[in-house]
Protein backbone atom coordinates (compact mmCIF):
# COMPACT_ATOMS: atom_id res chain seq x y z
CA UNK A 1 0.00 0.00 0.00
CA UNK A 2 3.26 2.54 0.95
CA UNK A 3 4.73 1.93 -2.45
CA UNK A 4 1.20 2.55 -4.43
CA UNK A 5 0.68 5.86 -2.39
CA UNK A 6 4.52 6.67 -3.51
CA UNK A 7 3.29 6.22 -7.29
CA UNK A 8 -0.11 8.26 -7.09
CA UNK A 9 1.82 10.88 -5.03
CA UNK A 10 4.44 10.93 -7.88
CA UNK A 11 1.86 11.15 -10.56
CA UNK A 12 0.35 14.14 -8.78
CA UNK A 13 3.60 15.86 -8.34
CA UNK A 14 4.33 15.67 -11.95
CA UNK A 15 0.86 16.63 -12.68
CA UNK A 16 1.59 19.85 -10.58
CA UNK A 17 5.07 20.54 -12.10
CA UNK A 18 3.58 20.81 -15.87
CA UNK A 19 0.89 22.77 -14.71
CA UNK A 20 3.08 24.68 -12.80
CA UNK A 21 5.48 25.70 -15.74
CA UNK A 22 2.26 26.43 -17.69
CA UNK A 23 0.86 28.68 -15.54
CA UNK A 24 4.34 30.18 -14.81
CA UNK A 25 4.61 31.00 -18.48
CA UNK A 26 1.58 32.25 -18.77
CA UNK A 27 1.68 34.91 -16.33
CA UNK A 28 5.55 36.04 -16.81
CA UNK A 29 4.29 37.05 -20.48
CA UNK A 30 0.80 38.28 -19.48
CA UNK A 31 2.49 40.18 -16.80
CA UNK A 32 5.29 41.77 -19.18
CA UNK A 33 2.45 42.49 -22.09
CA UNK A 34 1.35 45.33 -19.53
CA UNK A 35 4.44 47.12 -20.95
CA UNK A 36 3.63 47.09 -24.11
CA UNK A 37 3.80 50.30 -26.50
CA UNK A 38 2.84 50.36 -29.91
CA UNK A 39 5.72 51.79 -32.18
CA UNK A 40 6.09 55.28 -33.85
CA UNK A 41 5.38 55.46 -37.18
CA UNK A 42 7.68 56.17 -40.03
CA UNK A 43 8.74 57.39 -42.94
CA UNK A 44 9.48 54.34 -44.91
CA UNK A 45 11.70 54.83 -47.70
CA UNK A 46 10.25 52.04 -49.73
CA UNK A 47 6.57 50.96 -50.92
CA UNK A 48 6.65 47.46 -51.07
CA UNK A 49 5.06 45.66 -53.45
CA UNK A 50 2.59 43.19 -50.97
CA UNK A 51 0.69 39.90 -52.75
CA UNK A 52 -2.63 39.85 -50.79
CA UNK A 53 -3.10 36.41 -51.06
CA UNK A 54 -6.72 34.84 -49.99
CA UNK A 55 -7.11 31.69 -49.89
CA UNK A 56 -10.67 29.86 -49.89
CA UNK A 57 -12.56 27.39 -49.56
CA UNK A 58 -16.15 26.81 -50.49
CA UNK A 59 -16.31 30.22 -48.86
CA UNK A 60 -18.71 31.24 -51.52
CA UNK A 61 -21.25 33.48 -48.61
CA UNK A 62 -18.24 35.77 -47.41
CA UNK A 63 -15.31 35.95 -50.48
CA UNK A 64 -16.75 38.43 -53.04
CA UNK A 65 -17.49 41.22 -49.69
CA UNK A 66 -14.09 40.36 -48.50
CA UNK A 67 -12.01 40.87 -51.83
CA UNK A 68 -14.01 43.77 -52.37
CA UNK A 69 -12.66 45.29 -48.76
CA UNK A 70 -9.63 44.24 -49.43
CA UNK A 71 -8.91 46.62 -52.34
CA UNK A 72 -9.57 49.58 -50.18
CA UNK A 73 -6.20 50.56 -48.33
CA UNK A 74 -4.67 53.52 -48.30
CA UNK A 75 -1.75 52.26 -50.23
CA UNK A 76 -0.41 52.54 -53.49
CA UNK A 77 -3.05 50.85 -56.15
CA UNK A 78 0.13 49.66 -57.95
CA UNK A 79 2.29 48.07 -55.17
CA UNK A 80 -0.26 45.28 -54.03
CA UNK A 81 -2.50 43.09 -55.85
CA UNK A 82 -5.02 41.12 -54.13
CA UNK A 83 -5.48 37.34 -55.50
CA UNK A 84 -8.12 34.99 -53.96
CA UNK A 85 -7.27 31.27 -54.47
CA UNK A 86 -10.47 30.12 -55.60
CA UNK A 87 -10.65 26.07 -54.34
CA UNK A 88 -14.29 24.52 -54.96
CA UNK A 89 -16.12 27.73 -55.74
CA UNK A 90 -19.18 27.61 -57.49
CA UNK A 91 -19.82 29.77 -60.84
CA UNK A 92 -21.76 32.63 -59.77
CA UNK A 93 -19.03 33.34 -57.11
CA UNK A 94 -16.03 33.20 -59.25
CA UNK A 95 -17.87 35.10 -62.17
CA UNK A 96 -18.57 38.12 -59.22
CA UNK A 97 -14.82 37.39 -58.29
CA UNK A 98 -13.72 38.28 -61.85
CA UNK A 99 -15.90 41.36 -62.23
CA UNK A 100 -13.62 43.00 -59.61
CA UNK A 101 -9.61 44.45 -60.29
CA UNK A 102 -7.81 41.35 -58.40
CA UNK A 103 -6.52 37.87 -59.65
CA UNK A 104 -8.16 34.82 -59.48
CA UNK A 105 -6.64 31.53 -58.97
CA UNK A 106 -8.79 28.66 -59.22
CA UNK A 107 -7.23 25.57 -57.69
CA UNK A 108 -8.84 21.81 -57.32
CA UNK A 109 -7.16 19.20 -55.30
CA UNK A 110 -8.10 15.52 -54.50
CA UNK A 111 -7.64 16.48 -50.79
CA UNK A 112 -7.15 20.27 -50.19
CA UNK A 113 -4.88 21.73 -47.65
CA UNK A 114 -4.31 25.67 -47.46
CA UNK A 115 -0.53 24.91 -48.13
CA UNK A 116 -1.25 23.23 -51.33
CA UNK A 117 -3.21 26.54 -52.25
CA UNK A 118 -0.43 28.50 -51.36
CA UNK A 119 2.02 26.30 -53.40
CA UNK A 120 0.13 26.37 -56.39
CA UNK A 121 -0.32 30.01 -56.26
CA UNK A 122 2.81 31.26 -55.46
CA UNK A 123 3.73 28.75 -58.58
CA UNK A 124 1.18 30.90 -61.05
CA UNK A 125 1.80 34.14 -60.23
CA UNK A 126 5.57 34.96 -60.29
CA UNK A 127 8.38 35.98 -57.92
CA UNK A 128 7.60 39.95 -58.76
CA UNK A 129 5.95 40.87 -55.28
CA UNK A 130 8.29 41.87 -51.76
CA UNK A 131 5.62 40.86 -49.04
CA UNK A 132 3.27 38.24 -48.67
CA UNK A 133 0.49 39.55 -47.05
CA UNK A 134 -1.97 36.51 -45.94
CA UNK A 135 -5.82 36.48 -44.82
CA UNK A 136 -8.14 34.04 -44.41
CA UNK A 137 -11.50 33.93 -46.30
CA UNK A 138 -13.36 35.78 -43.84
CA UNK A 139 -10.93 38.83 -43.09
CA UNK A 140 -11.53 42.05 -43.14
CA UNK A 141 -8.51 44.61 -42.93
CA UNK A 142 -8.39 48.66 -41.88
CA UNK A 143 -7.41 50.59 -44.99
CA UNK A 144 -3.98 51.16 -43.23
CA UNK A 145 -2.63 47.51 -42.83
CA UNK A 146 -0.38 47.28 -45.64
CA UNK A 147 1.56 50.54 -44.78
CA UNK A 148 1.41 49.53 -41.02
CA UNK A 149 3.44 46.56 -42.24
CA UNK A 150 5.59 47.86 -45.33
CA UNK A 151 6.90 50.19 -41.94
CA UNK A 152 7.58 47.29 -39.73
CA UNK A 153 9.48 45.75 -42.80
CA UNK A 154 11.20 49.33 -43.17
CA UNK A 155 12.54 48.88 -39.37
CA UNK A 156 14.06 45.80 -40.78
CA UNK A 157 12.00 42.78 -40.14
CA UNK A 158 11.22 39.70 -42.71
CA UNK A 159 8.06 38.30 -40.88
CA UNK A 160 5.26 40.60 -39.36
CA UNK A 161 2.07 39.02 -37.36
CA UNK A 162 -0.75 42.08 -37.45
CA UNK A 163 -3.19 42.27 -34.69
CA UNK A 164 -6.30 40.06 -35.76
CA UNK A 165 -9.58 40.94 -33.47
CA UNK A 166 -13.09 39.72 -33.97
CA UNK A 167 -15.45 41.17 -36.74
CA UNK A 168 -18.41 39.79 -34.85
CA UNK A 169 -19.67 39.80 -31.05
CA UNK A 170 -22.99 38.10 -31.82
CA UNK A 171 -23.35 34.86 -29.81
CA UNK A 172 -22.20 33.93 -26.07
CA UNK A 173 -19.61 31.67 -28.57
CA UNK A 174 -17.75 34.89 -30.61
CA UNK A 175 -17.12 36.64 -27.46
CA UNK A 176 -15.62 33.56 -25.82
CA UNK A 177 -13.92 33.24 -29.15
CA UNK A 178 -12.51 36.62 -29.16
CA UNK A 179 -11.31 36.73 -25.98
CA UNK A 180 -9.59 33.98 -25.98
CA UNK A 181 -8.02 35.38 -29.75
CA UNK A 182 -7.02 38.78 -27.57
CA UNK A 183 -5.78 36.79 -24.90
CA UNK A 184 -3.14 34.97 -27.05
CA UNK A 185 -2.35 38.67 -28.65
CA UNK A 186 -1.76 39.53 -24.84
CA UNK A 187 0.41 36.65 -23.96
CA UNK A 188 2.22 34.90 -27.54
CA UNK A 189 2.39 38.46 -29.41
CA UNK A 190 2.28 41.57 -26.84
CA UNK A 191 4.46 39.80 -23.90
CA UNK A 192 7.19 38.23 -26.17
CA UNK A 193 7.84 41.36 -28.29
CA UNK A 194 8.71 43.20 -24.65
CA UNK A 195 11.24 40.90 -24.09
CA UNK A 196 12.54 40.83 -27.00
CA UNK A 197 10.87 37.02 -28.27
CA UNK A 198 9.32 36.52 -31.33
CA UNK A 199 5.39 37.22 -31.80
CA UNK A 200 3.35 33.80 -32.75
CA UNK A 201 2.10 34.30 -35.99
CA UNK A 202 -1.73 33.00 -36.10
CA UNK A 203 -2.13 31.96 -39.94
CA UNK A 204 -4.08 35.48 -41.36
CA UNK A 205 -2.89 39.02 -40.97
CA UNK A 206 0.51 37.86 -41.34
CA UNK A 207 2.93 39.60 -43.66
CA UNK A 208 6.18 37.59 -44.72
CA UNK A 209 9.15 37.97 -47.60
CA UNK A 210 8.16 37.38 -50.58
CA UNK A 211 10.72 34.79 -51.45
CA UNK A 212 11.54 33.66 -47.73
CA UNK A 213 7.88 32.69 -47.52
CA UNK A 214 7.43 30.98 -51.02
CA UNK A 215 10.85 28.95 -50.43
CA UNK A 216 9.59 27.68 -46.81
CA UNK A 217 6.16 27.26 -47.79
CA UNK A 218 7.88 25.23 -50.65
CA UNK A 219 8.59 23.07 -47.75
CA UNK A 220 5.18 22.75 -46.09
CA UNK A 221 2.58 19.93 -46.70
CA UNK A 222 0.33 19.81 -43.18
CA UNK A 223 -2.78 21.67 -41.84
CA UNK A 224 -0.84 23.87 -39.60
CA UNK A 225 1.12 25.50 -42.29
CA UNK A 226 1.49 28.60 -40.18
CA UNK A 227 3.04 26.43 -36.96
CA UNK A 228 5.64 24.71 -39.52
CA UNK A 229 6.55 28.18 -41.39
CA UNK A 230 6.96 29.56 -37.75
CA UNK A 231 9.39 27.05 -36.50
CA UNK A 232 11.28 26.60 -40.31
CA UNK A 233 11.93 30.73 -40.04
CA UNK A 234 12.80 31.33 -36.36
CA UNK A 235 15.13 28.14 -36.53
CA UNK A 236 17.10 30.43 -39.33
CA UNK A 237 17.37 33.42 -36.61
CA UNK A 238 14.49 35.38 -38.40
CA UNK A 239 12.16 37.20 -35.67
CA UNK A 240 8.64 38.28 -35.94
CA UNK A 241 7.14 41.54 -35.13
CA UNK A 242 3.65 42.42 -34.02
CA UNK A 243 2.04 45.65 -35.09
CA UNK A 244 -0.46 45.97 -32.75
CA UNK A 245 -2.34 49.13 -34.60
CA UNK A 246 -2.45 47.01 -37.92
CA UNK A 247 -6.06 45.28 -37.48
CA UNK A 248 -7.66 42.59 -38.79
CA UNK A 249 -11.32 41.59 -38.40
CA UNK A 250 -12.02 37.65 -38.06
CA UNK A 251 -15.23 36.00 -38.03
CA UNK A 252 -15.55 34.19 -34.56
CA UNK A 253 -17.51 31.06 -34.52
CA UNK A 254 -20.66 31.04 -32.88
CA UNK A 255 -21.68 27.28 -32.87
CA UNK A 256 -20.23 24.75 -30.28
CA UNK A 257 -19.52 21.79 -32.60
CA UNK A 258 -17.44 24.56 -35.14
CA UNK A 259 -15.77 25.51 -31.40
CA UNK A 260 -15.03 21.64 -31.11
CA UNK A 261 -13.44 21.23 -34.83
CA UNK A 262 -11.21 24.19 -34.44
CA UNK A 263 -9.69 23.67 -30.88
CA UNK A 264 -9.01 19.94 -32.29
CA UNK A 265 -7.22 20.46 -35.62
CA UNK A 266 -5.55 23.30 -33.41
CA UNK A 267 -4.53 20.79 -30.40
CA UNK A 268 -3.52 18.39 -32.87
CA UNK A 269 -0.73 20.14 -34.63
CA UNK A 270 0.56 21.66 -31.69
CA UNK A 271 1.32 18.19 -30.11
CA UNK A 272 2.19 16.71 -33.67
CA UNK A 273 4.98 19.54 -33.89
CA UNK A 274 6.23 18.86 -30.13
CA UNK A 275 6.52 15.73 -30.53
CA UNK A 276 8.85 16.40 -33.78
CA UNK A 277 10.51 19.67 -32.32
CA UNK A 278 11.67 19.06 -28.87
CA UNK A 279 14.54 17.49 -29.31
CA UNK A 280 15.48 19.75 -32.10
CA UNK A 281 14.28 23.01 -29.87
CA UNK A 282 17.03 21.76 -27.00
CA UNK A 283 19.55 21.08 -29.11
CA UNK A 284 19.58 24.78 -30.66
CA UNK A 285 18.98 26.15 -27.58
CA UNK A 286 22.05 24.67 -26.05
CA UNK A 287 24.03 24.95 -28.89
CA UNK A 288 23.19 27.71 -30.65
CA UNK A 289 21.72 29.96 -27.90
CA UNK A 290 18.40 30.58 -29.76
CA UNK A 291 16.04 30.94 -27.29
CA UNK A 292 13.34 32.22 -29.73
CA UNK A 293 13.19 28.34 -31.64
CA UNK A 294 13.15 26.52 -28.15
CA UNK A 295 10.45 29.60 -27.17
CA UNK A 296 7.91 28.17 -30.08
CA UNK A 297 8.43 24.45 -29.38
CA UNK A 298 7.59 25.10 -25.79
CA UNK A 299 4.50 27.18 -26.61
CA UNK A 300 3.06 23.92 -28.70
CA UNK A 301 2.40 22.30 -25.34
CA UNK A 302 0.92 25.00 -23.67
CA UNK A 303 -2.68 23.74 -22.40
CA UNK A 304 -5.52 25.97 -23.86
CA UNK A 305 -6.13 28.49 -21.30
CA UNK A 306 -9.65 27.87 -20.51
CA UNK A 307 -8.53 24.20 -20.46
CA UNK A 308 -5.93 25.37 -17.65
CA UNK A 309 -8.40 27.57 -15.76
CA UNK A 310 -10.68 24.74 -15.51
CA UNK A 311 -8.40 22.18 -14.35
CA UNK A 312 -6.74 24.45 -12.02
CA UNK A 313 -10.32 24.97 -10.82
CA UNK A 314 -11.29 21.50 -10.12
CA UNK A 315 -8.22 20.56 -8.38
CA UNK A 316 -8.94 23.90 -5.86
CA UNK A 317 -11.75 22.01 -5.06
CA UNK A 318 -11.19 18.64 -4.74
CA UNK A 319 -7.77 19.43 -2.88
CA UNK A 320 -9.69 21.95 -0.90
CA UNK A 321 -12.39 19.58 -0.08
CA UNK A 322 -10.07 16.78 1.18
CA UNK A 323 -7.65 19.32 3.25
CA UNK A 324 -10.59 20.79 5.21
CA UNK A 325 -13.00 17.83 5.63
CA UNK A 326 -10.63 14.39 5.76
CA UNK A 327 -8.11 13.34 8.04
CA UNK A 328 -4.29 13.04 7.58
CA UNK A 329 -5.12 9.12 6.78
CA UNK A 330 -6.79 10.83 3.66
CA UNK A 331 -4.75 13.76 2.56
CA UNK A 332 -1.21 11.98 2.55
CA UNK A 333 -3.12 10.27 -0.63
CA UNK A 334 -3.12 13.81 -2.00
CA UNK A 335 0.15 15.55 -2.93
CA UNK A 336 1.10 18.65 -3.37
CA UNK A 337 -1.54 20.73 -0.68
CA UNK A 338 -4.40 22.87 -1.21
CA UNK A 339 -2.42 26.10 -1.25
CA UNK A 340 -0.38 25.04 -3.24
CA UNK A 341 -3.31 24.37 -6.01
CA UNK A 342 -4.66 27.63 -4.99
CA UNK A 343 -1.79 29.50 -5.54
CA UNK A 344 -1.30 28.24 -9.26
CA UNK A 345 -5.40 29.51 -9.89
CA UNK A 346 -5.00 32.74 -8.66
CA UNK A 347 -1.93 33.33 -10.52
CA UNK A 348 -3.65 32.05 -14.02
CA UNK A 349 -6.92 34.14 -13.09
CA UNK A 350 -4.92 36.99 -12.61
CA UNK A 351 -2.16 36.48 -15.96
CA UNK A 352 -5.89 36.21 -17.84
CA UNK A 353 -7.33 39.63 -16.47
CA UNK A 354 -4.07 41.47 -17.46
CA UNK A 355 -4.68 40.07 -21.23
CA UNK A 356 -8.41 40.70 -21.19
CA UNK A 357 -8.94 44.42 -23.25
CA UNK A 358 -11.12 46.43 -20.79
CA UNK A 359 -13.81 46.76 -23.58
CA UNK A 360 -14.72 43.13 -22.42
CA UNK A 361 -15.60 44.19 -19.27
CA UNK A 362 -19.81 44.77 -19.49
CA UNK A 363 -22.46 42.84 -19.27
CA UNK A 364 -23.03 41.15 -22.55
CA UNK A 365 -19.20 39.42 -21.27
CA UNK A 366 -20.47 38.41 -17.99
CA UNK A 367 -23.33 36.30 -19.41
CA UNK A 368 -20.84 34.79 -22.13
CA UNK A 369 -18.68 33.73 -18.97
CA UNK A 370 -21.35 31.79 -17.65
CA UNK A 371 -20.70 29.51 -20.73
CA UNK A 372 -17.25 28.72 -19.43
CA UNK A 373 -18.09 25.51 -17.92
CA UNK A 374 -20.31 24.46 -21.34
CA UNK A 375 -16.76 25.55 -23.42
CA UNK A 376 -14.18 23.26 -20.60
CA UNK A 377 -16.50 20.23 -21.89
CA UNK A 378 -16.14 21.13 -25.18
CA UNK A 379 -12.25 21.40 -25.09
CA UNK A 380 -12.43 17.45 -23.31
CA UNK A 381 -14.11 16.49 -26.16
CA UNK A 382 -11.43 18.04 -28.05
CA UNK A 383 -8.87 15.94 -26.49
CA UNK A 384 -10.48 13.32 -26.82
CA UNK A 385 -10.50 13.36 -30.65
CA UNK A 386 -7.96 14.87 -31.74
CA UNK A 387 -6.49 11.55 -33.62
CA UNK A 388 -6.00 12.35 -36.73
CA UNK A 389 -7.08 15.31 -36.72
CA UNK A 390 -3.76 16.71 -37.67
CA UNK A 391 -3.60 14.63 -40.77
CA UNK A 392 -6.51 16.16 -41.94
CA UNK A 393 -7.96 19.12 -43.65
CA UNK A 394 -11.30 20.53 -41.20
CA UNK A 395 -12.77 23.70 -42.51
CA UNK A 396 -14.61 26.04 -40.89
CA UNK A 397 -17.70 27.61 -42.24
CA UNK A 398 -17.92 31.37 -42.46
CA UNK A 399 -21.09 33.22 -43.11
CA UNK A 400 -20.80 37.09 -40.98
CA UNK A 401 -20.37 39.97 -43.56
CA UNK A 402 -20.99 42.60 -41.74
CA UNK A 403 -19.03 45.35 -40.57
CA UNK A 404 -17.33 44.93 -37.43
CA UNK A 405 -19.79 44.64 -34.45
CA UNK A 406 -16.93 45.63 -31.41
CA UNK A 407 -16.46 49.04 -32.25
Known amino acids: MEILRYVVNGIEVLAYLYLLSATFYIFLFAFFGLFYKVQKPIQASK ?3 FAVLIPGYKEDAVIVNVAKQALNQDYPKDKYEVIVIADSFNEKTLAALRELPI ?5 EFEVSKKSKALNRCMAEIGDDYDIAFILDADNIMEPNVLGKINEAFERGFQAVQGHRTAKNLNAHFAILDAMSEEINNHIFRKGHRVLGISSALIGSGMGLDYHLFKKTM ?6 GEDKEVELKIIKKNYRI ?3 HDALIYDEKTQKSDVFVNQRRR ?3 AQLDYFRSHFIDGLRELVFRGNIDYFDKVLQMIQ ?3 ILLAGILFLSCCIYGLIYFVFDTQVQQWFQPPFYFWLGLFVA ?12 FYNMKTFLALLRVPHGFILMIISLLRIKGASKK ?4 THSHVDEDESK
Open 47 to 49: QRK
Open 103 to 107: RVVVV
Open 218 to 223: ATVDSV
Open 241 to 243: EYV
Open 266 to 268: WIA
Open 303 to 305: PPR
Open 348 to 359: TVLALLFSVPRR
Open 393 to 396: FLHT
